[in-house]
């Protein structure tokens, strides 16, 4: 989990950009289905600037026990309904992974400065599966006696 640094003066990264955050209890994967119901003012005024620009804002995991986290996913508004009460309602898609690499600001929303990841496969893939299925298929077979041990 992530300790907040502050910001430093260092040579620019072409691959670090700033980013809204939305702190929530919850981890967003790339190509996942995010609903959203937007009702804090800060959060209200995050999406009025989101809907001017590029609808991209990162979600990063946080809660009381954990905190923080450093790794996160960028969440991109495909669907946005603007509610009679001015919430917002929002269907979002996780996008790619980023490392927070400084806290730009808190107020009114926090905004930090993050670095893409780069999601590569470990090989062609095929030997990863073969042996995942040979495990699947050892575990299969073992767990009736697993069952029947306890």
């Known amino acids: 989990m992530m300790t907040w640094q ?3 003066a260092s040579t620019p990264d072409l691959n670090v950009n700033s980013r809204p955050l939305f702190p ?3 981890v967003l994967f790339p190509g996942a289905i995010l609903p959203l119901q937007i009702f804090e003012f800060r959060y209200w005024m995050m999406m009025h600037s989101l809907l001017q620009t590029d609808l991209r804002f990162g979600v990063i995991y946080n809660d009381a026990i954990s905190g923080t986290a450093d790794v996160s996913c960028v969440g991109e508004v495909v669907k946005h309904e603007r509610l009679v009460d001015d919430r917002f309602f929002l269907i979002c ?3 790619e992974r980023f490392r927070v690499t400084d806290l730009v600001r808190t107020k009114p929303y926090l905004v930090a400065e993050v670095q893409w990841l780069e999601d590569r496969p470990s090989g062609d893939g095929e030997e990863d599966l073969d042996a995942l ?3 699947v298929e ?3 077979k073992d767990s009736p006696r697993l ?3 306890g």
């Open 24 to 26: 929530l209890p919850l």
């Open 6 to 8: 502050a910001r430093s």
């Open 147 to 149: 069952c029947s041990a």
């Open 138 to 140: 050892y575990y299969m």
């Open 93 to 95: 898609k996780g996008q």
């Open 133 to 135: 299925a040979t495990e």
